[in-house]
Antibody, heavy 120, light 106 residues
Framework: EVQLLESGGALVQPGGSLRLSCAASGLTLSRSDMAWVRQAPGKGLEWVSL????????HYADSVKGRFTISRDTAKNTLSLQMNGLKAEDTAVYYC?????????????WGQGTLVTVSS | EIVLTQSPVTLSLSPGERATLSCRAS??????LAWYQQKPGQAPRLLIYDASNRAAGIPPRFSGSGSGTDFTLTISSLEPEDFVLYYC?????????FGGGTKVEI
């Protein structure tokens, strides 16, 4: 059974940094494209970032480009999201999600999410 | 950026009725559209991929159709657990985008 478990969410001040992690079991992360998707309180879903299996190709939403960095640790089988320059509008539950692998992008496995709150 | 517009925002129906949810794209996404269900406090669950293919374990009362810019998610006969939120998502081009969601309520 595939399980994704996010961690690292916290209360952080505007301008601060945070690193989220997503640990996988039953799945080798390096064999799948992986993404972060967020959901602000009471709002809809917003795709944040994706890393391809190669690890060399990454994509970001304009709202986080230049501030967030997605990466993968093959040895630890974890996905990470380094978030710098945090803003109030980054407040959300952050989900890691596995791409289904069908050639284009949709997500068939999700973690339970971790809450990031940006506030002074 | 491809904008996905879901309608209606809220759909009020009764158990046993048929639900028809719409997702319209601002430009063609071919058939690269997915539908997700989200229950309160839970992560989204993939229902439909490539516009019309049910994901593993999804009951046959859920079906998807459409291509290009107009897509439909149909729930043939609503069960009590189906009264939750639904989102569409396009996987055709960057940035990946989601629709604003449709809430199916009793």
């Amino acid at each position: 059974e595939v399980q994704l478990l996010e961690s690292g969410g916290a209360l952080v001040q505007p301008g601060g940094s945070l690193r989220l992690s997503c640990a996988a079991s039953g799945l080798t992360l390096s064999r799948s494209d992986m993404a972060w998707v967020r959901q602000a309180p009471g709002k809809g879903l917003e795709w944040v970032s994706l890393i391809r299996t190669s690890g060399d190709e990454t994509h970001y939403a304009d709202s986080v480009k230049g501030r967030f960095t997605i990466s993968r640790d093959t040895a630890k089988n974890t996905l990470s999201l380094q978030m710098n320059g945090l803003k109030a509008e980054d407040t959300a539950v952050y989900y890691c999600a596995k791409d289904r692998g069908g050639g284009y992008y949709d997500f068939d496995q999700w973690g339970q999410g971790t809450l990031v709150t940006v506030s002074s | 950026e491809i904008v996905l517009t879901q309608s209606p925002v809220t759909l009020s129906l009764s158990p046993g009725e048929r639900a028809t949810l719409s997702c319209r794209a601002s430009q063609s996404v071919s058939s690269y559209l997915a539908w997700y269900q989200q229950k309160p406090g839970q992560a989204p669950r993939l229902l439909i991929y490539d516009a019309s293919n049910r994901a593993a374990g999804i009951p046959p009362r859920f079906s998807g159709s459409g291509s290009g810019t107009d897509f439909t998610l149909t729930i043939s006969s609503l069960e009590p657990e189906d009264f939750v939120l639904y989102y569409c998502q396009q996987g055709r081009s960057w940035p990946l985008t989601f629709g604003g969601g449709t809430k199916v309520e009793i």
